[in-house]
């Protein structure tokens, strides 16, 4: 038994049952509810604009949730995650358009369209691995728009609007937008992952990582990799379906522009800057792109109001990308473990502070 | 308590009256990103047109320009949105992109803030919620038909090829031009997809000169029109077929990326070039280019004339919508333009006329053909497209 139940110094587990339990101590309990409280007065501390940008991260935060599953998690390299996002809109939209389903049906058939659609891209991780994989899931992307922009039914990726949400008469509108969405998105992204937290204790979560160290290894011990990759794909690609869904219903349409090849490549920057195989990295990657995005935004505006640069060099707007591409690249070399690392790093010290041995 | 009442409504009143001093201006567009090369340009006219207004004081109060990147993202399209119309309440709003443009037509709906695009996708004025969105010229959709149109004059059951963007930009007028196709006599043999990656056009061009098409209509953006025009030439194709493109496809961009290979290019738009001085538009252009600076190629290009009107119109419509700016009142402004009060700021090769039910601007389009010399010359008048009301009636 630990030496109390609101701290921790060492480990002092000595049954499974111990080690598989969520919280390790009454601290941890204690901290994720007050997060959550803090998280719910949030939107009552933050400027409107700054809640959008919190919005966006919460549902960038599903989706690398996903793709944590099956890259970080289970080590199949994933770059269509955006076009599983964009299968979990259109499902979405079609739901809410076509079928009239309300919202909280709507959102949760495109997190299974999205998932029936990765367990059948997930095939191809059968027989290949590492970059031949990565192709594969590339491959899914590039069809996906193309098929996308050939389908009527989908607007040709033109714009599909989003019927306006009503819960509890209150209605989604302009003025309340990003906190009335807040509300919504919030206890979906703590129930995913509260429930990745749970899978990841249960044999499936465990062969998933097995998997991924050392597949063969895995399979001599009785696990079945191949139904292993398939079911990573499957919950992957699910999260990526939520996260879609949300997507539409928060940008109030669907434009197949937002599921491209360039948000692939962001939802995976945010996986390794986070932290791959982590699940305090799924949130923290989404949080250090945006807030990076907005912060390089922002510095670049005001350079180019200083007028120093010649013109035609647009050296101020091209902060962004280039602060995009650095921190990937500063990251694998220095940090490969990426924020989440910091973060054990933190918890760490303040397991041991003040000195108590 | 009378006292305390009497200091709010002072307090009311002196921010009410700080208010009116001041106005913002707001563009969000791609400076990088995909189709930068033409968002650049855009932004530099929209910027130093609200200087130049500012300048010349056009309006009572003092215009503040914010010219914002959203690289294309439609994500970012939507938050310079919020945080301009929501928190600072802008009363006209300046967009890019056609997905960004499509995605924000309910919310320009909800809020009633007029909203210029920079795309001339006939979409964001169909309806629903089009009551707000306003397309400064002619839509691509009317470029094309226009074009067919030159085609069945030129030769009656002529079969055509059209080469779009893998993109609802695109993809778009096809529709049209199909309805349209029919309706001429004319035959389309192909619709092929080509975006800003096609490095090697042979494959493409063999298979329409196969079918026999001879006229080959672009919807795209120049960078993929020149590479076209450069495979055309190589492969001796110039000749017996004609190439023909929509608004973003030609200009000035065109010829410098695809040199002597755009000589015969056929275009339609609505500016005037910056060749044909004549104009007072073209002089404006110049003048505002000089004063602030810019490089030449940047004044030479279409889209710095086309961020010139778009801010025009905004500021226009201000000016007219009376002395507290509001979207209201800009929107009042907007649709006074027609008959006697339309606009005609000299850009464009006709007057901006809008109304409550008319939401294209400049209207007339002419088409233009290149000379060896890389100029765009006009080889019909000032003209609206009689097939276009028929295939796309507006409503």
């Known amino acids: ?357 | 308590m009378n006292k305390l009442l009497a200091l709010t409504a002072l307090v009311t009143l002196s921010s009410f009256a700080t208010a009116q001093k001041n106005t913002t201006l707001v563009w969000s567009g791609a400076i990088t990103g995909p189709t930068s090369d033409a968002g650049s340009s855009y932004a530099a006219g929209v910027e130093d047109y609200c200087r130049y207004a500012n300048a010349q004081k056009m309006l009572s109060v003092t215009l503040t320009c914010v010219v914002r990147d959203d690289q294309y993202n439609n994500a970012n399209t939507q938050r310079n949105f919020e945080e301009f119309v929501g928190n600072q309440n802008v009363p006209v709003f300046l967009g890019y992109a056609t997905g960004g443009m499509l995605q924000i037509k309910g919310v320009v709906q909800e809020t009633k803030v007029p909203t210029l695009p920079a795309s001339y996708h006939i979409g964001i004025i169909d309806p629903p919620n089009n009551g707000y969105m306003f397309l400064p010229v002619s839509s691509y959709s009317e470029n094309i038909v226009a074009l067919l149109e030159w085609v069945a004059n030129k030769e009656r059951g002529a079969k055509v090829a059209l080469i779009v963007n893998p993109s609802p930009f695109g993809r778009d007028p096809v529709v049209d031009a199909r309805k349209a196709a029919e309706r001429l006599g004319l035959k389309i043999t192909d619709v092929q997809e080509v975006g800003g990656n096609n490095l090697d056009n042979t494959a493409l061009l063999k298979r329409l000169e196969a079918q026999g098409a001879k006229y080959i209509i672009n919807q795209n953006t120049a960078g993929p029109v020149a590479n076209i025009l450069k495979d055309a030439k190589r492969l001796g194709l110039l000749g017996k077929m004609q190439f023909m493109g929509a608004h973003y496809t030609g200009g000035e961009d065109l010829t410098k990326l695809a040199g002597d290979a755009a000589k015969d290019f056929v275009w339609a738009t609505s500016y005037y070039m910056y060749d044909e001085g004549d104009q007072p538009g073209i002089q404006l252009v110049k003048k505002i280019g000089a004063q602030f600076e810019r490089k030449a190629d940047t004044i030479r290009s279409v889209h710095y004339t086309s961020g010139m009107l778009a801010a025009s119109i905004a500021i226009e419509a201000m000016k007219r919508g009376g002395k507290t700016i509001t979207a209201a009142s800009v929107y009042k402004g907007l649709t006074s333009m027609n008959g006697s009060r339309a606009f005609n700021p000299g850009f464009t090769v006709g007057p901006v006329t809008f109304s409550a039910k008319d939401h294209v601007g400049a209207e007339n389009l002419r088409l233009l053909q290149a000379d060896a010399t890389g100029n765009f010359k006009a080889i019909t008048g000032a003209q609206r497209s009689k097939m276009f009301q028929l295939v796309h009636p507006l409503k």
């Open chain 1, 1 to 357: 038994m630990p030496a109390s139940r609101f701290t921790q110094t060492g480990n002092y587990r000595v049954r499974y049952q111990q080690d598989q339990t969520i919280f390790a101590t009454s601290a941890e309990q204690a901290s994720l509810i007050v997060g959550v409280l803090l998280l719910l007065a949030l939107p009552l501390l933050l400027p409107k604009t700054l809640l959008r940008d919190v919005n966006m991260i919460m549902i960038f935060a599903v989706a690398v949730l996903g793709l944590n599953v099956t890259t970080g998690y289970t080590g199949l390299i994933n770059i269509g995650q955006a076009a599983f996002m964009g299968v979990g809109a259109y499902a979405t939209a079609l739901a809410a358009t076509r079928l009239n389903l309300p919202f909280f049906l709507a959102i949760p058939l495109g997190g299974v369209a999205g998932a029936l659609v990765g367990t059948f891209v997930g095939l191809p991780s059968l027989r290949l691995k590492y970059l031949y994989l990565a192709v594969a899931t590339l491959a899914f992307q590039i069809i996906f728009e193309w098929l996308v922009g050939h389908l009527p039914v989908l607007a040709q990726g033109g714009a599909i609007s989003m019927p306006t949400v009503q819960v509890f008469g209150i209605r989604d509108s302009f003025l309340n937008h990003n906190r009335f969405w807040y509300y919504l998105i919030l206890p979906v992204l703590v129930g995913l992952g509260l429930l990745w937290r749970n899978v990841l204790r249960t044999r499936h979560g465990r062969s998933f990582i097995a998997v991924r160290d050392n597949d063969r290894a895995a399979a001599a011990m009785g696990i079945h990799p191949g139904r292993a990759k398939l079911t990573a794909f499957m919950i992957g690609s699910f999260y990526a379906g939520i996260a879609g869904g949300l997507f539409a219903y928060f940008q109030k349409a669907v434009v197949i522009e937002d599921y491209g090849l360039h948000t692939s490549v962001q939802l995976l920057a945010m996986a390794i800057v986070g932290g791959l195989g982590s699940l305090p990295g799924s949130f923290l990657g989404p949080l250090f792109i945006v807030a990076l995005d907005r912060f390089m935004g922002n510095a670049s505006e005001w350079l180019g109001a200083q007028n120093i640069f010649p013109q035609g060099v647009d050296a101020a707007t091209a902060l962004r990308p280039l602060a995009f591409g650095l921190s990937i690249v500063l990251f694998l070399m220095f940090e490969p473990r990426g924020l989440a690392n910091w973060w054990r790093l933190v918890r760490l010290y303040f397991k041991k502070w003040p000195y108590k041995f």
